[in-house]
Structure formats: structure tokens, C-alpha cells
């Protein structure tokens, strides 16, 4: 099993990005996926996660900001982050049923 995460980048406050996962080797249609990030010098949290009927759950401090979602097609998963915080700087990663971790990818915002 392989994850992958891309789209990260440098964002200024107030805009938006938007996170991929690609799986290998598991279905994202039918596995609870999550993304989890991990500030420097702070303990990897939560984010979101998107069980495998659909139901979706989120932490308090991005809830009505982000949207996770799952592509079956492409069994990727995704994240969309809007009216991105400067407190929202951290390496995101991607993890399938809290077994299987991608690498991280670093999500900065800064003016």
C-alpha cells in the first residue's frame, strides 16, 4: 500500500489550496482516509477524515474552511483548504485507516 500527498505549497492568509493523495494498492471508495498535519515543533492532529459510507468529520479549527473528499475514479483523496490561516502551516499527511501514512507535504502561509 502507497500514499502519496502533493500540492503543497506557499499560500498567502486568505487563500486556498488544495491537497491530493494518490493510493496504490486500497480502494479510497471504501476505506476511511484521513488527513492529519503536524506543525513544527507541535504534535501531528487531526484534520478531517471521510469514512467509507461518505461521512465526513472534521476538527474544530478548519471546520467550514476545509473539504475532504475522495475521487473513486482516481482513488485519490483530496483536501480543500480555503481561507487558509497562517496557524494552518504544517506538513499534511494522508493516512488510510490510520495504518498507511504518505510522506507529508508542507503547506505554508505567510504574507
Known amino acids: 500500500v502507497q500514499l502519496q500527498a502533493s500540492g503543497g505549497g506557499l499560500v498567502q492568509p486568505g487563500g486556498s489550496l488544495r491537497l491530493s493523495c494518490a493510493v496504490s494498492g486500497r480502494r479510497v471508495s471504501v476505506n476511511d482516509m484521513g488527513w492529519y498535519r503536524q506543525a513544527p515543533g507541535k504534535e501531528r492532529e487531526f484534520v478531517a477524515r471521510?469514512?467509507?459510507?461518505?461521512?465526513?468529520r472534521y476538527s474544530d479549527s478548519v471546520k467550514g474552511r476545509f473539504t475532504i473528499s475522495r475521487d473513486n475514479a482516481k482513488n485519490v483523496l483530496n483536501l480543500q483548504m480555503n481561507s487558509l490561516k497562517p496557524e494552518d502551516t504544517a506538513v499534511y499527511y494522508c493516512a488510510l485507516r490510520g495504518d498507511y501514512w504518505g510522506k507529508g507535504t508542507l503547506v505554508t502561509v505567510s504574507s
Open positions: 471521510i469514512f467509507g459510507g461518505g461521512t465526513t
